[in-house]
Protein backbone atom coordinates (compact mmCIF):
# COMPACT_ATOMS: atom_id res chain seq x y z
CA UNK A 1 0.00 0.00 0.00
CA UNK A 2 1.46 3.34 -1.15
CA UNK A 3 0.94 6.01 1.78
CA UNK A 4 1.40 9.45 0.92
CA UNK A 5 3.17 11.86 3.27
CA UNK A 6 2.64 15.34 3.31
CA UNK A 7 6.17 17.34 3.77
CA UNK A 8 5.64 20.55 5.19
CA UNK A 9 7.26 23.66 2.79
CA UNK A 10 9.25 26.08 4.61
CA UNK A 11 7.58 29.40 4.38
CA UNK A 12 10.86 32.21 3.96
CA UNK A 13 8.33 34.57 4.60
CA UNK A 14 6.69 33.42 7.55
CA UNK A 15 10.53 32.91 9.13
CA UNK A 16 12.28 35.95 7.89
CA UNK A 17 9.05 37.84 10.45
CA UNK A 18 9.65 35.24 13.04
CA UNK A 19 13.21 36.44 13.24
CA UNK A 20 12.40 40.24 13.30
CA UNK A 21 9.68 39.75 15.80
CA UNK A 22 12.48 37.34 17.99
CA UNK A 23 14.75 40.28 17.48
CA UNK A 24 12.80 42.79 18.20
CA UNK A 25 11.72 41.00 21.27
CA UNK A 26 15.32 40.85 22.51
CA UNK A 27 15.73 44.24 21.88
CA UNK A 28 12.81 45.35 23.99
CA UNK A 29 13.76 42.79 26.48
CA UNK A 30 16.89 44.65 26.74
CA UNK A 31 15.90 48.06 26.92
CA UNK A 32 13.21 46.79 29.36
CA UNK A 33 14.01 49.65 32.15
CA UNK A 34 14.09 52.44 28.98
CA UNK A 35 10.96 51.03 27.50
CA UNK A 36 8.99 51.07 31.27
CA UNK A 37 10.39 55.13 31.67
CA UNK A 38 9.25 55.53 28.15
CA UNK A 39 5.99 54.18 28.73
CA UNK A 40 4.99 56.67 31.41
CA UNK A 41 5.60 59.24 29.30
CA UNK A 42 3.17 57.94 26.52
CA UNK A 43 0.74 57.14 29.58
CA UNK A 44 1.23 60.73 30.70
CA UNK A 45 0.61 62.44 27.04
CA UNK A 46 -2.69 60.04 26.14
CA UNK A 47 -3.93 61.13 29.37
CA UNK A 48 -3.34 64.80 29.69
CA UNK A 49 -3.46 65.48 25.73
CA UNK A 50 -5.57 62.98 24.16
CA UNK A 51 -8.51 62.22 26.69
CA UNK A 52 -9.08 65.40 27.08
CA UNK A 53 -9.48 66.12 23.09
CA UNK A 54 -13.23 64.49 24.03
CA UNK A 55 -14.15 67.60 25.24
CA UNK A 56 -13.70 69.61 21.84
CA UNK A 57 -17.62 68.44 21.19
CA UNK A 58 -19.09 71.14 23.51
CA UNK A 59 -18.15 73.50 20.38
CA UNK A 60 -20.92 72.32 18.82
CA UNK A 61 -22.90 72.19 21.65
CA UNK A 62 -24.83 74.68 24.64
CA UNK A 63 -23.07 73.56 27.01
CA UNK A 64 -22.39 74.88 31.13
CA UNK A 65 -21.65 73.56 34.27
CA UNK A 66 -25.13 72.46 35.20
CA UNK A 67 -25.66 69.54 32.93
CA UNK A 68 -22.47 66.77 31.83
CA UNK A 69 -21.62 66.88 28.14
CA UNK A 70 -23.21 64.02 26.70
CA UNK A 71 -26.65 66.23 28.42
CA UNK A 72 -26.01 69.40 26.76
CA UNK A 73 -27.96 70.06 23.77
CA UNK A 74 -26.31 70.23 20.40
CA UNK A 75 -25.91 73.99 18.73
CA UNK A 76 -24.05 72.50 15.34
CA UNK A 77 -21.72 75.60 14.67
CA UNK A 78 -23.44 78.29 16.04
CA UNK A 79 -21.04 79.60 17.81
CA UNK A 80 -18.11 79.23 15.16
CA UNK A 81 -20.99 81.59 13.43
CA UNK A 82 -21.06 83.83 16.28
CA UNK A 83 -17.51 84.62 16.37
CA UNK A 84 -16.99 85.38 12.97
CA UNK A 85 -19.73 87.80 13.36
CA UNK A 86 -17.89 89.37 16.52
CA UNK A 87 -17.35 93.22 16.70
CA UNK A 88 -13.83 92.31 18.42
CA UNK A 89 -12.83 90.28 16.10
CA UNK A 90 -11.22 92.25 13.84
CA UNK A 91 -8.58 93.97 16.13
CA UNK A 92 -8.32 90.93 17.96
CA UNK A 93 -6.97 89.01 15.12
CA UNK A 94 -5.49 92.09 14.54
CA UNK A 95 -3.25 91.86 17.64
CA UNK A 96 -2.55 88.50 17.51
CA UNK A 97 -0.88 88.68 14.04
CA UNK A 98 0.34 91.72 14.45
CA UNK A 99 2.86 90.91 17.55
CA UNK A 100 2.93 86.92 16.19
CA UNK A 101 4.36 88.06 12.94
CA UNK A 102 6.87 90.60 14.20
CA UNK A 103 8.37 88.48 16.64
CA UNK A 104 8.49 85.81 13.84
CA UNK A 105 10.32 88.21 11.79
CA UNK A 106 12.80 90.30 14.55
CA UNK A 107 12.38 87.43 17.55
CA UNK A 108 13.91 84.01 14.78
CA UNK A 109 17.15 85.38 13.42
CA UNK A 110 18.45 86.87 16.78
CA UNK A 111 18.98 83.67 18.51
CA UNK A 112 20.71 82.01 15.30
CA UNK A 113 23.00 85.20 15.32
CA UNK A 114 23.56 85.07 18.52
CA UNK A 115 24.74 81.50 18.39
CA UNK A 116 27.06 82.61 15.75
CA UNK A 117 28.74 85.07 17.45
CA UNK A 118 28.67 83.19 20.23
CA UNK A 119 30.71 80.18 19.14
CA UNK A 120 33.46 82.55 18.02
CA UNK A 121 34.44 83.63 21.13
CA UNK A 122 37.38 82.21 21.96
CA UNK A 123 37.30 83.36 25.91
CA UNK A 124 36.07 80.23 27.68
CA UNK A 125 35.35 82.45 30.58
CA UNK A 126 33.72 85.43 28.70
CA UNK A 127 31.97 83.02 26.80
CA UNK A 128 29.99 80.99 29.89
CA UNK A 129 30.00 84.42 31.33
CA UNK A 130 28.15 85.23 28.53
CA UNK A 131 25.53 82.62 28.23
CA UNK A 132 24.61 82.42 32.06
CA UNK A 133 23.92 86.06 31.51
CA UNK A 134 21.51 85.56 28.59
CA UNK A 135 19.64 81.98 29.74
CA UNK A 136 19.17 83.56 33.60
CA UNK A 137 15.84 85.62 32.20
CA UNK A 138 14.06 82.23 30.46
CA UNK A 139 14.11 81.11 34.19
CA UNK A 140 12.19 83.73 35.72
CA UNK A 141 8.40 83.36 35.30
CA UNK A 142 6.98 86.50 33.48
CA UNK A 143 5.01 87.03 36.57
CA UNK A 144 8.17 88.02 38.19
CA UNK A 145 9.33 89.65 34.96
CA UNK A 146 6.17 91.45 34.59
CA UNK A 147 6.59 93.16 37.84
CA UNK A 148 9.88 93.87 37.25
CA UNK A 149 9.23 95.85 33.84
CA UNK A 150 6.32 97.58 35.20
CA UNK A 151 8.25 99.10 37.94
CA UNK A 152 10.90 100.24 35.10
CA UNK A 153 8.54 101.58 32.92
CA UNK A 154 6.65 103.70 35.75
CA UNK A 155 6.28 107.49 35.39
CA UNK A 156 9.33 107.02 38.28
CA UNK A 157 11.32 104.12 36.66
CA UNK A 158 14.43 103.48 35.35
CA UNK A 159 13.31 104.05 31.80
CA UNK A 160 12.23 107.62 32.19
CA UNK A 161 15.17 108.47 34.67
CA UNK A 162 17.70 107.50 32.21
CA UNK A 163 16.00 109.34 29.28
CA UNK A 164 15.29 112.31 31.02
CA UNK A 165 18.72 111.97 31.82
CA UNK A 166 20.24 111.96 28.41
CA UNK A 167 17.25 114.38 27.19
CA UNK A 168 15.67 112.44 25.02
CA UNK A 169 12.45 113.39 26.46
CA UNK A 170 11.37 115.70 28.56
CA UNK A 171 8.70 114.29 30.88
CA UNK A 172 8.09 110.84 31.86
CA UNK A 173 6.07 108.18 29.59
CA UNK A 174 3.49 105.99 30.79
CA UNK A 175 4.70 103.12 28.14
CA UNK A 176 1.97 100.64 29.88
CA UNK A 177 -1.05 103.03 29.35
CA UNK A 178 -0.31 103.62 25.75
CA UNK A 179 -1.55 101.70 23.29
CA UNK A 180 1.15 102.51 20.45
CA UNK A 181 3.84 101.29 22.89
CA UNK A 182 2.54 97.64 23.82
CA UNK A 183 3.52 95.91 21.01
CA UNK A 184 7.23 96.55 21.02
CA UNK A 185 7.32 95.95 24.88
CA UNK A 186 6.38 92.65 23.95
CA UNK A 187 8.46 92.08 21.30
CA UNK A 188 11.35 93.45 22.95
CA UNK A 189 10.46 91.51 26.82
CA UNK A 190 10.11 88.56 24.78
CA UNK A 191 13.79 89.11 23.00
CA UNK A 192 15.53 89.64 25.97
CA UNK A 193 13.94 87.01 27.57
CA UNK A 194 14.21 84.26 25.48
CA UNK A 195 17.32 84.64 23.70
CA UNK A 196 19.54 82.92 25.45
CA UNK A 197 17.70 79.88 25.84
CA UNK A 198 16.22 79.98 22.09
CA UNK A 199 20.06 79.57 21.11
CA UNK A 200 21.20 76.49 22.68
CA UNK A 201 19.39 74.26 20.05
CA UNK A 202 21.65 76.28 17.64
CA UNK A 203 24.47 75.82 19.58
CA UNK A 204 24.26 71.99 20.20
CA UNK A 205 23.80 72.25 16.15
CA UNK A 206 26.79 74.32 15.60
CA UNK A 207 28.71 71.77 17.76
CA UNK A 208 27.72 68.86 15.44
CA UNK A 209 29.91 70.81 12.59
CA UNK A 210 32.90 68.94 11.50
CA UNK A 211 36.09 70.88 12.09
CA UNK A 212 37.60 69.50 9.15
CA UNK A 213 35.37 71.89 7.01
CA UNK A 214 36.77 74.68 9.14
CA UNK A 215 40.24 73.82 8.11
CA UNK A 216 39.41 73.47 4.82
CA UNK A 217 37.95 76.82 4.46
CA UNK A 218 40.71 77.97 6.43
CA UNK A 219 43.00 76.80 3.63
CA UNK A 220 41.05 78.27 0.93
CA UNK A 221 41.58 81.57 2.67
CA UNK A 222 38.32 82.09 4.60
CA UNK A 223 37.69 84.84 7.65
CA UNK A 224 35.65 84.19 10.61
CA UNK A 225 32.98 85.71 8.73
CA UNK A 226 33.47 83.80 5.31
CA UNK A 227 33.36 80.48 7.91
CA UNK A 228 30.33 81.31 9.58
CA UNK A 229 28.16 82.36 5.90
CA UNK A 230 29.37 79.52 3.98
CA UNK A 231 30.47 77.13 6.48
CA UNK A 232 28.11 77.10 9.88
CA UNK A 233 25.14 78.13 8.68
CA UNK A 234 24.55 75.95 5.52
CA UNK A 235 25.96 72.85 8.36
CA UNK A 236 22.70 73.86 10.12
CA UNK A 237 20.47 74.89 7.80
CA UNK A 238 18.48 71.49 8.36
CA UNK A 239 17.55 73.15 12.16
CA UNK A 240 16.90 76.36 11.72
CA UNK A 241 14.39 74.83 8.89
CA UNK A 242 12.90 72.78 11.67
CA UNK A 243 12.54 75.41 13.86
CA UNK A 244 11.00 77.90 11.61
CA UNK A 245 8.35 75.29 10.57
CA UNK A 246 7.51 75.20 14.45
CA UNK A 247 7.48 78.87 14.66
CA UNK A 248 5.29 79.79 11.64
CA UNK A 249 2.39 77.05 13.08
CA UNK A 250 2.54 78.85 16.31
CA UNK A 251 2.16 81.99 14.95
CA UNK A 252 -1.46 82.10 16.60
CA UNK A 253 -0.13 81.39 20.10
CA UNK A 254 0.26 85.15 21.37
CA UNK A 255 2.26 83.98 25.02
CA UNK A 256 -0.43 84.43 27.11
CA UNK A 257 1.61 84.48 30.52
CA UNK A 258 3.23 87.64 29.18
CA UNK A 259 0.41 89.40 27.98
CA UNK A 260 -1.99 88.45 30.69
CA UNK A 261 0.43 90.66 33.11
CA UNK A 262 0.76 93.41 30.99
CA UNK A 263 -2.24 94.27 29.68
CA UNK A 264 -4.44 96.86 31.19
CA UNK A 265 -7.91 98.42 30.43
CA UNK A 266 -5.62 101.50 29.13
CA UNK A 267 -3.53 99.70 26.55
CA UNK A 268 -6.45 96.61 25.98
CA UNK A 269 -7.17 97.50 22.49
CA UNK A 270 -3.35 96.92 21.36
CA UNK A 271 -2.97 93.67 24.01
CA UNK A 272 -6.66 92.01 23.61
CA UNK A 273 -5.29 88.56 20.89
CA UNK A 274 -7.12 85.38 20.67
CA UNK A 275 -5.36 83.57 24.07
CA UNK A 276 -6.81 86.28 26.03
CA UNK A 277 -10.01 86.63 24.51
CA UNK A 278 -10.65 83.09 25.03
CA UNK A 279 -9.70 83.30 28.49
CA UNK A 280 -11.81 86.22 29.20
CA UNK A 281 -15.17 84.69 26.76
CA UNK A 282 -14.41 80.94 28.21
CA UNK A 283 -14.10 81.44 32.31
CA UNK A 284 -14.84 85.28 33.16
CA UNK A 285 -18.14 84.98 31.21
CA UNK A 286 -18.84 81.23 31.21
CA UNK A 287 -19.41 81.04 27.39
CA UNK A 288 -17.52 77.52 27.40
CA UNK A 289 -19.10 76.17 23.67
CA UNK A 290 -17.77 79.48 22.15
CA UNK A 291 -14.51 79.77 23.79
CA UNK A 292 -13.87 76.56 22.82
CA UNK A 293 -15.35 77.06 19.12
CA UNK A 294 -12.57 79.98 19.33
CA UNK A 295 -9.83 77.66 20.31
CA UNK A 296 -10.88 74.79 17.76
CA UNK A 297 -10.34 77.53 15.15
CA UNK A 298 -7.38 78.35 15.92
CA UNK A 299 -6.19 74.84 16.31
CA UNK A 300 -6.88 73.93 12.47
CA UNK A 301 -5.47 77.30 11.27
CA UNK A 302 -2.69 76.25 12.95
CA UNK A 303 -2.89 72.81 11.43
CA UNK A 304 -2.90 74.40 7.80
CA UNK A 305 0.22 76.55 8.71
CA UNK A 306 2.34 73.69 9.97
CA UNK A 307 1.79 71.40 6.80
CA UNK A 308 1.83 74.64 4.39
CA UNK A 309 5.29 75.74 5.51
CA UNK A 310 6.47 71.72 6.58
CA UNK A 311 5.61 71.55 2.46
CA UNK A 312 7.14 74.69 1.10
CA UNK A 313 10.28 74.08 3.13
CA UNK A 314 10.31 70.81 1.72
CA UNK A 315 10.05 72.08 -1.91
CA UNK A 316 12.87 74.31 -1.19
CA UNK A 317 15.67 72.88 0.79
CA UNK A 318 14.30 68.92 1.07
CA UNK A 319 14.24 69.58 4.29
CA UNK A 320 10.54 68.70 6.68
CA UNK A 321 9.65 67.65 10.06
CA UNK A 322 7.69 64.59 7.93
Do not use: C
Not at 72 to 98: C, Q, S
Amino acid sequence: MNTEVDIPIPNHKVTAARRKATRLLRILYGQRYLQAMALLGVAWMIIFNYVPMYGIIIAFKDFNIIKTISEAPWAGLEHFKAFMEDDNLGYVIKNTLGMSVLKLIIGFPLPIAFALFLNEIRSVRFKKLVQTISYLPHFLSWVILGGILATWLADVGIINNLLMALKIIKEPISYLAEPQYFWSLIITSDIWKELGWSAIIYLAAISGVSPEMYEAATIDGAGRFQKMFYVTLPSIKGTITILFILAVSGILNSNFDQILVLKNQLNETASNVIDVYVYQVGLQQSRFSYATAVGLIKSLISLVLLLSANFITKRMNNTSLF
